[in-house]
């Protein structure tokens, strides 16, 4: 076995005390002890190689040992990479000089290990519910509310939500005695973890209810009573705290989730706060300019003034037209896209006109795209 530096391991000096050796280690054990770190599968052989750099420098005769000759100390003489005294280096089962640093180490771990200060856990928060709500697009624009059938788990009126049949009442575990922990041998040390017997709660029910088998939660459908605000829009989520599923043994009550669902419009299109309309002008319109009035979500209408020579496509924007936003009330805008049509028949006093224009305006519409093009 390569000869280790154990006071490198322990990280101190070669003429530490035995005060700054025992404090060194307490420090670096807890840092470094598997249940600690639960995802890294190092840990266990840098623990050992702890327990081991402590085993030999917190023995006085060990330690000087080690000091007249690291290499021979690990192996030589020593096949196998025993320390003298046959207990191999860094084993689990190792002799620790002071068991009183043991008790003091393993004293202080506490949450780390899941010792003494721990109890047993609360009963679980009830889960949470989601449903689906569909609503008319005037009801999402006005705000409605609703009544929505909620398959729930309660608490179970039979046994009030204990689990245990009428006239009994869940008792103390024997086997953890009601500390939801037991604890497992590790050789030196014990490890604790939720007791087999009552799944860490610390209570057993020896006569489980009939109506809820012992759950204290039973199945039902709830009448839930949702306030859906004005400008609700597709997705929305909303929570009703403490209407979802019982919690276990009598815990708090999970919440239910609504999430909307807007049936679409033939017209208004929602674009985040705001409401995009399309909205059809006259060829003339749209070349002279014109006052035009365009339909609002809520109903009614706006008027719009176009500007000469307003262009397909050209959007504008009309300030507080729109619906109230869901989060402040405050009304969103009406974004109106004009359409400029085409006439698709000419009488012929019209297309007289029109020819008169073109001979008028004499222009080539298409110059400045063969430019841009290079043609």
Known sequence: MAAKDLYKTLGVSKGASQDEIRSSYRKLARKHHPDANRDDPKA????????????????????????????????????????????????GGGNFTNVSDL?????????????????REAPAKGSNI?????????????????????????GCRACRGTGAAAGTAPKTCPECGG????????????????????????????????????????????S???????????GMKIRVAGRGNAGAKGAAAGDLYVITHVEAHPV?????????????????????????KVPRPSGGSVTLKLPAGTQDG?????????????????AGDLLVRVKVLVPKKLNRRERDILMALADERDEDVREELFKKAGA
Do not use: H, M, W
């Open 268 to 292: 208004f299109e929602r674009k985040g706060d705001d409401f995009l309309v399309e909205a059809p002008v006259s060829f003339v319109e749209a070349a002279l300019g014109a006052e035009v």
């Open 179 to 222: 500390r939801g922990l037991r604890s497992r041998d590790q050789g030196f040390f014990a490890l604790s973890e939720p007791c087999g017997k009552c799944g860490g709660e610390g209570r057993v029910i020896e006569t489980p209810c009939g109506v809820c088998r012992g759950s204290g939660r039973s199945k039902t459908t709830r």
């Open 44 to 91: 266990e052989g840098r623990f050992k190689e702890i327990q081991g750099a402590y085993e030999v420098l917190s023995n006085p005769e060990k330690r000087r040992q080690y000091d007249e000759g690291p290499r021979n100390f690990f192996g030589g003489g020593n096949a196998g990479g025993q320390a003298p005294g046959g207990a191999p280096f860094g084993a």
């Open 314 to 330: 050209k959007q504008f924007r009309v300030r507080g037209a729109g619906v109230p936003k869901p989060r402040d009330g405050a």
């Open 224 to 234: 839930v009573t949702v306030k859906v605000p004005a400008g609700a829009r597709e």
């Open 103 to 119: 008790s003091d180490l393993f004293g202080t771990f506490g949450d780390v290990l899941g010792g003494g200060a721990r109890r």
């Open 130 to 154: 989601t449903l689906s709500v569909n609503l008319k697009f005037k009801d999402a624009l006005e705000g409605v509310t609703t009544r929505l059938s909620v398959p729930v788990e309660e």
